[in-house]
């Protein structure tokens, strides 16, 4: 049966309090409107539908940076959530099967939650499907009214609901689905005849039951249907997601020490056996595979590091970043664009930036690559089993051959030739006698003054 997704992203969202459009507010890294998009491109939908209305030439953008296919569609004036589906009706035009109905600032359903409801529409022969949830605060969630047969009879916005229906706690996720005709035509009879003066799409359940229809309603966990309405609630989703994201970690056989201090984003990989130290947090594009080990107080965005590698304490990785088999970044090591080959080593105080360091090339103390020179960047090349001395300065664009020596406390303005010793500082003297002789005269100096 082919299926199509509405997605609601209209709404103003005032109590953010902000002059970002509510659904482009990170959640992981990515916008809670991407986080819903994903949710959504699980069902492969025929049809993908995005409603924007407040701050929707953005919300617009960021949907078609998602996925270039979908259809937008604008909800000019916020008129309520039934409004907003009724918009979609031009781009459904010809369309006939399942419709679901997804918010964007609702960003934690589950894949597998869409599934059962897709299935429960099927088994009970449902026109509408609705997605619950067993809330701990039900507050000012919508409340689902039951039949004695368990069937959905009716949602009732909490301002319009009785004191004995608030005290129901299965509430409306906003999610359902529904087949598209009828849905649509359901929708044309809606009114706003409620305290908001809004178009309820929670509205169309008790159509349906006056047109003899079957309704139905699914449940699902709280923690997937939290809603993001202020930040008070984006925090939460925050921690909702790092519960599950970690959670998830450990089944797939990474080793976190202490979970709670770790920070994923919506898409980082990492493989098995992979063991992540204390207080890391890892911003979005990030692979970790099999057998490394990042090290506690480690920052990490848009980098790959590979099998038995090891990172940190305290490195930091940023984008264009490629970590080979077994090499090593350590503490206060900052990388950006740059390869380090397998077995390759800058264990401490470094910056390492649009470079490329060969097999086994060992990068001292130190080391800084000079690859801004106020203008443009240039890139470094140190070629493999080099070793480049502490407290280097390379100049970039240079190049130091494989097996060249750099002297410690270099500058390196031009390349070193393969197997070279390049050593570029002032030569040592040695006055004989001198430290001595120095010392006394500045404490007699002291002396003097103090007299
Ligand atoms: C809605 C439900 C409520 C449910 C809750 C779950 C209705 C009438 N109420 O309330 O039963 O418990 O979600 O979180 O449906 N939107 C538009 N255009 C509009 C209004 C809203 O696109 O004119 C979008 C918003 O961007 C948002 C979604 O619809 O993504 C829900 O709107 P919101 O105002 O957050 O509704 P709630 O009060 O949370
Ligand atoms: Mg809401």
């Known amino acids: 049966m082919p299926n199509a997704v509405i997605l609601l992203a209209a709404g103003q969202g005032t109590r953010m309090r902000s002059d970002l459009p509510k659904v482009l507010h990170p959640l992981a890294g990515a916008p809670l409107l991407h986080h819903a998009l994903a949710t959504a491109a699980s069902l492969d939908p025929d049809r993908l539908i995005v409603v924007t209305g407040h701050g929707g030439a953005a919300v617009g953008e960021a949907a078609l940076d998602f996925d270039p296919t979908i259809r937008l569609v604008e909800q000019a004036e916020q008129k309520g959530t039934a409004h907003a589906v009724l918009q979609a009706a031009p781009a459904l035009e010809g369309f006939e099967g399942d419709v679901f109905v997804l918010f964007a600032d609702t960003p934690l359903i589950r894949p597998e939650t869409l599934e059962r409801m897709r299935a429960s529409r099927r088994e009970g022969a449902s026109a509408i499907t609705v997605l619950g949830f067993h809330a701990a605060e039900p507050g000012a969630y919508g409340r689902l009214i039951r039949a004695p047969d368990g069937s959905l009879e009716a949602i009732v916005e909490a301002a319009e609901a009785s004191p004995a229906q608030l005290a129901e706690t299965l509430c409306n996720s906003g999610l359902m689905a529904a087949d598209a005709g009828t849905l649509l035509d359901l929708l044309g009879a809606v009114r706003a005849d409620n305290a908001k003066g809004e178009y309820y799409l929670t509205d169309v359940v008790a159509l349906a039951r006056a047109r003899g229809l079957a309704t139905a309603v699914i449940a699902c966990g709280e923690a997937e249907t939290l809603g993001v309405n202020s930040r008070a609630d984006l925090a939460a989703a925050e921690a909702a997601f790092q519960a599950r994201a970690r959670a998830e970690a450990m089944a797939n056989g990474v080793t976190l020490t202490a979970p709670e201090t770790v920070f994923f984003a919506h ?90 360091v060969g097999e086994r090339a060992n990068v001292g103390a130190g080391t800084i690559t000079c690859n801004y020179d106020g203008v443009s960047k240039h890139r470094t090349e140190i070629g493999p089993r080099a070793f480049i001395g502490s407290n280097t300065a390379l100049v970039a664009p240079v190049r130091v051959g494989a097996d060249a020596v750099v002297g410690a406390g270099s500058t390196i303005t031009r390349d070193v030739a393969p197997g070279d010793l390049a050593v570029a500082r002032a030569r040592q003297e040695a006055k004989p006698g001198l430290g001595a002789k120095l010392m006394e005269r500045l404490r007699a100096a002291k002396r003097k003054v103090s007299d």
């Not at 992540?276 to 107080?297: H, K, L, M, S």
Request: hydrophobic share 40%; charged share 20%; with cysteine.
């Open 267 to 356: 898409d980082t990989h990492v493989g098995r056996d992979v063991t992540i130290a204390p207080n890391v947090v890892f911003g979005p594009g990030v692979t970790v595979e099999t057998d490394a080990r990042i090290e506690a107080f480690c920052h990490l965005e848009g980098c790959h590091v590979s099998a038995g590698a090891i990172v940190g304490p305290f490195a930091r990785l940023r984008p264009g970043t490629e970590v080979g088999d077994g090499a090593r970044v350590g503490n206060f090591v900052e990388v950006k664009n740059a390869v380090l080959a397998s077995g390759a080593k800058a264990n401490h105080l470094a910056y390492i930036g649009d470079t490329e």
